[in-house]
């Protein structure tokens, strides 16, 4: 199946995925231990980076873990393959560790509470300035829309909207600085630039696939 062009497709978004979820935690993990150790500005980002990651991430595993199970077929259906556990497993972090409105009106408190961890949060994005156009644009888009908030309540009615859009230039600023071109490629390409469907598997032509799949595949793991 991997050499059928739709399934190429699939994994490929799979994988672009987890690349930037993983690139993201790892970030995060950094900006705890530095901040632990008394830097002010990673504590800045570690306040608002984590909230709108977890938003994201909670939000993105079980859809994630449904469309690879998928890929396996009956074989990722049945117990022993593990996948039916992460399937299970992958809604709890936003249900025991609070829900997305919990996640989502947190990085409006943050934003509202500490203006510096907005600007810490922005710093660490616009180390990406320059490397691609289609992250640039929705650099420049968020911070006009973050200008024109006002109303309270309309804020939190739009507050998983905003939120995911602070997830998704966070991911793409760290895949185009530290990630494999092709992924950032793929990913500025369907989530930033919107060329892609609903679901996983669209995304667009020109994406190179083979390269992505290929940092995924059972030759790249073991030489991890």
Not at 70 to 81: A, I, M, W
Not at 100 to 122: C, H, K, S, T
Not at 184 to 197: I, K, P, Q, T
Request: glycine residues 10%.
């Amino acid at each position: 199946l991997v050499d059928q062009p739709l399934m190429r497709n699939v994994l490929a978004d799979l994988a672009v995925e987890a690349e930037a979820a993983t690139l993201a935690a790892l970030r995060l993990a950094g900006a705890v231990d530095r901040a632990t150790r008394g830097d002010a500005e990673e504590e800045q980002l570690r306040r608002l980076g984590l909230a709108v990651t977890k938003y994201w991430v909670c939000k993105r595993a079980p859809a994630h873990a449904a469309e690879a199970l998928e890929c396996l077929g009956g074989n990722g259906y049945v117990e022993d393959s593990g996948l039916p556990r992460l399937y299970r497993e992958s809604p709890l972090p936003s249900i025991w560790e609070g829900s997305g409105n919990v996640a989502a009106l947190d990085v409006l408190r943050a934003m509202a509470r500490q203006p510096q961890a907005v600007e810490a949060f922005f710093a660490e994005v616009e180390l990406g300035a320059g490397a691609d156009r289609r992250l640039d644009a929705a650099v420049a888009g968020l911070r006009k829309d973050l200008a024109g908030l006002g109303d309270p309540d309309a804020a939190a009615y739009g507050a998983r909207r905003l939120v995911e859009r602070l997830a998704l230039v966070l991911q793409g600023s760290l895949l185009v600085r530290h990630g494999n071109p092709a992924v950032a490629d793929a990913f500025c390409a369907s989530r930033l630039d919107g060329d892609r469907g609903l679901a996983f598997g669209t995304l667009p032509a020109g994406v190179d696939t083979a390269a992505i799949i290929a940092r995924s595949g059972p030759d790249a793991v073991s030489a991890a």
